[in-house]
């Protein structure tokens, strides 16, 4: 078909012809109705976005990631009758942080962080049931000119 033969029949422009300006909103919904009515499970094998929430939902993470002007911070509470607090590894990189043996013994959680930081200066302190890691923010992005060849 042409460029405004339409799609199945549907023409736009021979259905706007008889539109109601000041009923424009209930006559595009139900042109939409109309023609371009579907099932989305069918469209999408059977992928359902609710159920996928829903998944998303229970997943809950157990830990708070934060930052101050000079730091990054994740706060992790830690329940000691289920976990043993010397058993805790953290490791960072630039841009993510890995907490090893954490929520259970063998697991790994990867927070990612919402700014670069250093390599060095990180620190962990465990009080009052929460481990709090401290990290310093990377103010140096490592730019680099390309020259522009005419």
Same mark, same amino acid.
């Given at each position: 078909?042409?460029?405004?033969?339409?799609?199945?029949?549907?023409?736009?422009?021979?259905?706007?012809? +008889?539109?109601?300006?000041?009923?424009?909103?209930?006559?595009?919904?139900?042109?939409?109705?109309?023609?371009?009515?579907?099932?989305?499970?069918?469209?999408?094998?059977?992928?359902?976005?609710?159920?996928?929430?829903?998944?998303?939902?229970?997943?809950?993470?157990?830990?708070?990631?934060?930052?101050? $002007?000079?730091? =990054?911070?994740?706060? !992790?509470?830690?329940?000691?009758?289920?976990?043993?607090?010397?058993?805790?590894?953290?490791?960072?990189?630039? @841009?993510?942080?890995? !907490?090893?043996?954490?929520?259970?013994?063998?697991?790994?959680?990867? =927070?990612?962080?919402?700014?670069?930081?250093?390599? @060095?200066?990180?620190?962990? =302190?465990?009080?009052?049931? =929460?481990?709090?890691?401290?990290?310093?923010? +990377?103010?140096? $992005? $490592?730019?680099?000119?390309?020259? !522009?060849?005419?």
């Amino acid at each position: 078909m042409g460029p405004f033969g339409g799609f199945n029949g549907f023409n736009p422009f021979k259905m706007m012809k +008889d539109a109601n300006p000041f009923n424009l909103q209930s006559q595009m919904k139900d042109i939409m109705e109309k023609n371009l009515s579907f099932d989305p499970k069918s469209l999408f094998g059977g992928y359902d976005r609710d159920e996928d929430e829903k998944d998303s939902e229970s997943k809950t993470e157990s830990y708070t990631v934060f930052e101050t $002007h000079e730091d =990054v911070y994740i706060r !992790i509470p830690i329940d000691s009758t289920e976990v043993n607090p010397k058993r805790i590894k953290v490791f960072y990189t630039s @841009n993510r942080a890995t !907490i090893v043996n954490y929520p259970e013994d063998g697991n790994r959680e990867q =927070v990612i962080l919402p700014c670069t930081v250093k390599r @060095n200066g990180g620190k962990a =302190v465990y009080r009052d049931g =929460v481990l709090e890691v401290k990290m310093v923010k +990377d103010w140096d $992005h $490592h730019y680099t000119e390309i020259d !522009i060849h005419l």
